[in-house]
């Protein structure tokens, strides 16, 4: 309960700030005292001439288990719109909330929260913030899977800010053959305003397949992969996009 009331009350402290989506699923588990760097892209694909063609996005970020329930992060955005030159467009603060033990019970529940300050002038800062829902199911067909699921809200402040609330949907299943490769697929849905969804081909939703894995290498760390490739399901989400994230773990 203290995990949780914890969790509650950066949601409710960071609810005045907004957040820049990127693709990717959170984990909802904390690795106490283990830092790690991650570096994640994203590059999406449309008709010539959209500003959805070629369109980049990179995050780099270092982060560490505080404690065996909390993981803090400082990240760097970087992105420009299509054929731009890249801009160091924000800075980000992220918090996981572990609010249960893996296994303890029928889901693994985490609760995540993120101040991103923009450092574009006249441009909004913001925040993310949202539960964790995880699932293991065993021996399924002689397969051990993995399933993820991300309901992120956020919202916009500062300088030309909406009061819209947006949701961000991030769903990734794996079959987990063996630590170093376990594929699957993931979705990824974007509403910019709940309140006025509008029609399903003004908001951004994509799948596809993805690989991940991860190679110990104990006692100097672990490295961990992931590379997804996903289709446009709508005219806003472009024709394709590719997005791929590496990360270096070591305890200390």
Known sequence: MLRAGLAFAAFTVLAAHPAVADLQVRMPEVDYRELEFEHNGLITFDT??????R?????????????????IELEGEMAPGGGQH???????????????????????????????QSTLRGQPSGITAGPIIQKELNDVFGIDT???????????IGHNATSAAGLQVAWQSVA??????????EYYGIVDNITHAGP????????????????????????????????GLTP?????????????????
């Open 86 to 116: 890249l801009t160091w467009d924000a800075v980000t603060m992220e918090n996981t909330f572990q609010l249960t033990e893996p296994g303890e019970y029928f889901f693994n529940l985490g609760f995540f929260a993120e101040h991103s």
């Open 48 to 53: 010539k001439g959209s500003p959805l063609n």
């Open 176 to 185: 987990q053959f063996t630590p170093l490769i376990a594929p699957g697929f």
């Open 146 to 156: 993995l399933h993820t699921l991300n309901l992120l809200l956020d919202r916009n």
């Open 200 to 231: 399903s081909s003004q908001q951004q939703h994509l799948i596809g397949p993805v690989l991940t894995g991860a190679y110990n290498f104990a006692p100097y760390g672990k490295v961990k992969y992931e590379v997804g490739y996903l289709f």
């Open 55 to 71: 369109a980049q996005s990179y995050t780099n970020s270092i982060g560490y288990g505080v404690l065996p329930w909390w993981k």
């Open 236 to 252: 806003a989400s472009g024709r394709s996009a590719i997005r791929w994230k590496l990360e270096y773990e070591v305890a200390f």
